[in-house]
């Protein structure tokens, strides 16, 4: 599950990055979908699927929110 979430992540930082270097938003995402694979992670091994459920969901909003950062939507 990690590598899947990764394939989406990296294109959209990147593309983040490239379309919109100064927005603040932009670093702010990078930092929560970290942390929130983290805890999906920890969750995961502590057999707690409602909490790896809600950090997966958040996980995926943040690497969407960053083609919306690229898009100048946010």
């Known amino acids: ?4 979430a990764l ?3 990296a294109p ?8 919109a270097a ?5 670093p702010m995402l ?8 983290v805890v999906h992670g920890i969750a995961y091994l502590a057999d707690k699927p409602a ?11 943040c690497a969407i929110a960053f083609y ?3 898009a100048h939507v946010l």
């Open 30 to 37: 990078a930092i929560a979908w970290v942390v929130l694979r």
């Open 7 to 9: 394939a989406v992540y």
């Open 51 to 61: 909490l790896r459920t809600a950090s997966f969901g958040l996980a995926s909003a």
């Open 68 to 70: 919306l950062v690229a």
């Open 1 to 4: 599950n990690a590598v899947e």
């Open 12 to 19: 959209a930082v990147l593309v983040g990055h490239l379309q």
């Open 22 to 26: 100064s927005s603040p938003l932009g």
